[in-house]
């Protein structure tokens, strides 16, 4: 008989790690379609990732029926460590189920203020979004802000924006991505995340800069992106475009900036989040006061110009691949392993 290779005897003595990635939300769907993605991505260094989906998080009966089939679903995976990939509720149940270590990632709205929802279930959620964080073994905050914002375990955060696709986003033919949204080939395009929350993102805001705007550009149109927005049009939306704008009140590290650099779009968005270490030497891109005049000048400076920024190698750092191994020396030190050195990607710090 074939004696076992060292090759087979270390993966036997060495299993791939197990990770339960708690997700609030539904698998199909837009929804923190980032974070899929990037859970997705650390399969690529061999974890064994397991997914679950929170559906509520705000019905008393859904959450103790989704409190139920965590445990369940727990019991099967056997995981080594379980992610919450929110605070709140999210991080709460993950927190009281979780037999073994306990990573959370806070990404904005579970610590900031969150208006839109009223104030007392916004000084609920942070509450919870507090009280989860005793018990995480390892914390990641997509910001050096929201760090500033927890409580305690300061000392067990990792700050470290999530990733981008740079496989998925990147820079595409202008005129041809332009054919396919049925965009004309001259005229001035600024796009706009409003996502769910319109209120939070400012979009009132945004449409008054634009408007502002069109007094020195002449016209512009303006594509507020939604929910809805089909995630497989985003990067061709990117590539078509003169300008992303962003103006929202709240903000972790939005996503949408990232994705937009990798495109190689200008950006104009107000200071918020880690927006300004995100532009940090990108041109054409602008930070702007929060203010219409201010927005609507440097929105139509860009879009007289425009040019495409260099945006994609200064986001490089931040790629898919380069979070997953941040993530992975964060699950090694949650499970008393030493880390591997670092070598200090952009805007993932400790």
């Not at 650390?42 to 064994?48: C, K, M, P, S």
């Not at 306990?102 to 959620?125: C, E, F, H, K, W």
């Not at 931040?318 to 997953?324: E, Y």
Request: aromatic letters at 4%; one cysteine or more; proline letters at 6%.
């Amino acid at each position: 008989m074939r004696e076992p290779s060292a090759k087979t005897m270390g993966a036997a003595a060495h299993p791939p790690l197990r990770i339960l990635s708690v997700i609030p939300g539904e698998s199909t769907g837009a929804s923190m379609i980032f974070v899929k993605r990037q859970v997705a991505s650390l399969r690529a260094l061999g974890i064994d990732n397991h997914k679950f989906y929170l559906s509520s998080r705000t019905h008393p009966v859904r959450i103790f029926q989704e409190f139920r089939r965590l445990r369940a679903e727990i019991g099967t995976v056997r995981p080594d460590i379980v992610h919450a990939h929110y605070g709140t509720i999210t991080a709460l149940l993950c927190a009281l189920v979780a037999p073994v270590p306990l990573v959370i990632t806070y990404r904005g709205s579970d610590l900031n203020p969150s208006p839109q929802v009223g104030r007392v279930r916004t000084m609920a959620g942070k509450l919870i979004s507090q009280l989860a964080a005793l018990r995480a073994r390892q914390i990641i905050c997509v910001t050096t802000q929201l760090k500033e914002r927890l409580w305690w375990r300061r000392d067990r955060v990792t700050v470290l924006p999530t990733g981008v696709d740079m496989t998925e986003f990147y820079p595409r033919d202008r005129l041809a991505c332009r054919a396919q949204l049925g965009w004309g080939a001259t005229e001035r395009v600024v796009v706009f995340n409003a996502g769910r929350n319109p209120r939070v993102k400012r979009l009132d805001l945004a449409q008054a800069a634009v408007d502002a705007a069109r007094i020195a550009t002449g016209d512009i149109r303006f594509v507020a992106m939604a929910g809805a927005t089909p995630p497989e049009l985003v990067p061709v939306m990117f590539s078509a475009a003169d300008c992303l704008l962003l103006t929202s009140d709240h903000e972790g590290s939005p996503n949408v900036v990232k994705e937009a650099l990798a495109c190689n779009l200008p950006v104009v968005a107000v200071d918020v989040g880690d927006v300004r270490e995100r532009l940090a030497g990108v041109f054409p891109s602008a930070i702007a006061a929060r203010d219409v005049a201010d927005i609507a000048s440097r929105l139509a400076d860009i879009l007289m110009n425009q040019e495409r920024s260099n945006g994609r190698e200064m986001v490089a750092g931040l790629s898919h691949n380069s979070v997953a191994a941040r993530l992975l020396s964060i699950y090694r030190v949650c499970l008393g392993e030493k880390a591997p050195p670092q070598t200090g990607a952009p805007g993932a710090t400790v």
